[in-house]
């Protein structure tokens, strides 16, 4: 006896806001009589059989998703392999990308995703469904890399690299060699992360690049130009990331991020006066009030005002917005360093002798690390002086003159030294 599939999912999406169980039922039912029941109808019925179990297979992942239940999810796309056989190999890949996509709002679901990945690649393998596969590879090198697994991301991209040069399939490889960057700038090794981004825009100049994927390549041109202190490269590609992903209607993550990267980049060019008037712009302008924007704004009046206090102050009120993001991190460190740094200069710049108690108290920070980062400035040659440990003071001298003496000296002396080299050849010959 045939089914009513439809009538079921129409069913299910009647009670799934009141009764999320009974829709559950539901979906699982469509999911068992689609299998039973396909033998025994004609084409037509099949194939909207089939429709209906592609239905229910989203519904049923969306439901989990919403429940936040990542176990559950897991086996959705593990049940699903039934129905990918019967069907087209690209409707498999939107299919299996569109429920792993659910993760995303599901916390604390890193595990789960990555053994249901590998579960799923070696299913690819197994069933030689070789794009599919490098699809499901690279997310799970994306997972890697979130949670800074960096060595087995590098494996699981190098012998997919391999792999993907051999069939020039020039849009995976663009990812993944963006993927490699990224990998790269983790471990803090800029050379191979510039290298790796080339590679990844040479693929990119050879095929229609994606508006997303074009997005993401400016913002890590943009992340590499920061790390040189390039902060007007930096900004323009950032500004390039941010107008693509504005025009495609991205209001979320990847919009603000690029936004917080371009106020990072006035900030760190010391125009914090600019933050204001960048958040007037039409494209900007709607992210003005949330937090993460706020954030950046508190920084930037801080900075504007060198104070210092006011610099830890937000980066304590707002500590998930400004540290969550490494780039941000360690860019507001540095400016923190410099900030500290002119800070003490100015207090003790007029005295010859000062306290370094004293120091640490008008700049509001412990003794023991304004004593370790006036023996850094001592030692960078920023300023002239010793710290007095015995009697606790910070002795400042006046500016060496530079003696200019000694590179004339060093000329003439090897001057010297060739007409003694001349004397003795021809004294050679004469002999």
């Not at 003439?412 to 002999?431: D, F, H, M, R």
Request: charged residues 25%; negative net charge.
């Amino acid at each position: 006896m045939s089914v009513d599939t439809s009538s079921l999912i129409s069913q299910a999406e009647g009670v799934v806001s009141t009764n999320p169980a009974q829709a559950e039922a539901l979906y699982q039912q469509v999911l068992a009589a689609s299998s039973a029941s396909s033998s025994n109808t004609d084409p037509t019925v099949q194939a909207q059989i089939l429709r209906d179990q592609e239905t229910a297979l989203v519904k049923l992942g969306e439901l989990y998703r919403d429940q936040k239940n990542a176990a559950a999810l897991s086996k959705v796309i593990t049940q699903s392999r039934a129905f990918m056989s019967s069907t087209a190999k690209a409707k498999t890949a939107k299919l299996i990308r569109t429920l792993l996509d659910f993760f995303t709002s599901i916390p604390n679901s890193q595990d789960v995703q990555k053994q249901t990945l590998v579960d799923n690649i070696a299913w690819a393998k197994a069933e030689k469904r070789i794009f599919l596969k490098h699809s499901l590879e690279t997310r799970l090198a994306g997972l890697y890399l979130d949670a800074q697994q960096f060595r087995p991301a590098l494996t699981l991209v190098d012998t997919l690299l391999q792999e993907l040069k051999r069939l020039d399939d020039k849009l995976i490889l663009t990812e993944v060699h963006l993927l490699e960057s990224k990998i790269y700038r983790g471990t803090g090794n800029l050379a191979k992360s510039k290298a790796a981004l080339t590679s990844a825009r040479t693929a990119a100049n050879s095929i229609y690049c994606p508006p997303p994927l074009q997005a993401a390549l400016d913002l890590q041109s943009g992340i590499l130009h920061a790390e040189d202190k390039d902060y007007t490269t930096a900004y323009s590609y950032f500004y390039e990331a941010f107008e693509n992903q504005s025009s495609q209607g991205d209001s979320g993550e990847g919009a603000l991020r690029s936004l917080k990267y371009m106020l990072l980049c006035k900030i760190m060019l010391n125009l914090p006066e600019d933050v204001t008037s960048l958040l007037t712009i039409k494209l900007a302008a709607k992210y003005a009030q949330l937090r993460d924007v706020e954030s950046m704004r508190a920084i930037a009046r801080a900075h504007q005002n060198r104070n210092l206090a006011d610099f830890e102050k937000a980066l304590r009120e707002y500590k998930d917005e400004l540290s969550s993001d490494p780039t941000i991190r360690s860019h507001l460190a540095a400016l923190y360093d410099t900030l500290l740094q002119q800070n003490l200069l100015r207090i003790f710049e007029p005295y010859s002798v000062v306290e370094i108690a004293h120091v640490a108290e008008l700049v509001g920070q412990e003794r023991q690390g304004v004593e370790a980062k006036l023996s850094q400035m001592i030692l960078d040659k920023v300023f002239n002086g010793v710290l007095d440990q015995g009697r606790g003071c910070l002795l400042v001298f006046d500016p060496q003159e530079v003696d200019n003496m000694y590179g004339p000296a060093i000329e003439t002396l090897e001057e010297v030294g060739k007409v003694v080299q001349s004397l003795y050849a021809k004294t050679v010959k004469i002999a």
